[in-house]
Nanobody, 118 residues
Framework: QVQLVESGGGLVQAGGSLRLSCAAS????????MGWYRQAPGKQRELVAG???????NYADSVKGRFTISGGNAKNTVYLQMNSLKSEDTAVYYC????????????WGQGTQVTVSS
């Protein structure tokens, strides 16, 4: 099993920055990909960014150029640097991990709230 714990959420003004962290523990050797999802009220959970153990990254179009995912090389910590935040970035952000390069994520954190005030 893999446990994921997020930190770093909070309240920030539009245009500001936040950095989310996710610490993985347990059977971290199983992890191939780590990512960040978010879910806003009344909306479906969506993938924000992902990073493979080899360092390949992918981003949702809505955050490209503003968010950066990093870490994951040691398979125990991943970060999400969020710049130029907008009110529409307000959501609960979840860390996720999976044991394969494709397919659904296997493991989830409890989520951390990010609120961007306009």
């Amino acid at each position: 099993q893999v446990q994921l714990v997020e930190s770093g959420g909070g309240l920030v003004q539009a245009g500001g920055s936040l950095r989310l962290s996710c610490a993985a523990s347990g059977s971290i050797f199983k992890i191939k990909v780590m990512g960040w999802y978010r879910q806003a009220p009344g909306k479906q959970r969506e993938l924000v960014a992902g990073i493979t153990s080899g360092g390949t990254t992918n981003y949702a179009d809505s955050v490209k150029g503003r968010f950066t995912i990093s870490g994951g090389n040691a398979k125990n910590t991943v970060y999400l640097q969020m710049n130029s935040l907008k009110s529409e970035d307000t959501a609960v952000y979840y860390c996720a991990a999976k044991e394969a390069d494709y397919g659904p994520y296997n493991y989830w954190g409890q989520g951390t709230q990010v609120t961007v005030s306009s």
